[in-house]
């Protein structure tokens, strides 16, 4: 592949992963209504009861480091998760913490849908609707992105 040929495919992935919500799996902003409600069990790492701010139906439980992205109640913030091989570091620019993993399971439930994703140990629940999550599959290596609303 040609020098110019490259950069306007580069050019082309830079500025199709910049368009709001393109190839997201999972969007949307959260509010903290519970931290840790099973108690401390690591000093670095705690665990947020989170309600989405734009659908009822739709709830997150995150496991973060505490000390690099810390919330505390009724904080938001926004989430854009997007399959890891779709995602560049122009995504990383303006955010406030980042894990990257992989979706371990998704169970269906009728109407709703609970996905499963592992950060390395840390670990993210996301229940919703069918219709606010993107089809996925497990096994997908995933980039989580977070940034708080103020």
Do not use: W
């Amino acid at each position: 592949m040609t020098g110019s040929i490259k950069l306007l495919v580069f050019t082309s992935l830079l500025h199709h992963c910049l368009l709001p919500g393109s190839m997201s799996v999972f969007s949307d902003s959260f509010t903290v209504a519970a931290i840790d409600p099973e108690g401390k069990r690591f000093d670095r790492v705690s665990r947020a009861l989170c309600e989405s701010s734009t659908n009822s139906k739709t709830h997150l439980t995150l496991d973060y480091h505490n000390q690099l992205f810390a919330l505390k109640i009724k904080d938001q913030f926004s989430v854009n998760i997007y399959l890891e091989e779709e995602c560049d570091s122009s995504k990383l620019s303006n955010i406030d913490y980042a894990m990257n993993g992989m979706i371990f399971k998704i169970e269906q439930n009728g109407e709703n849908i609970n996905t499963f994703i592992s950060f390395g140990g840390l670990l993210a629940l996301i229940k919703s609707d069918l219709a606010k999550q993107a089809s996925s599959s497990s096994g997908k290596k995933v980039t989580a992105t977070f940034k708080r609303i103020t």
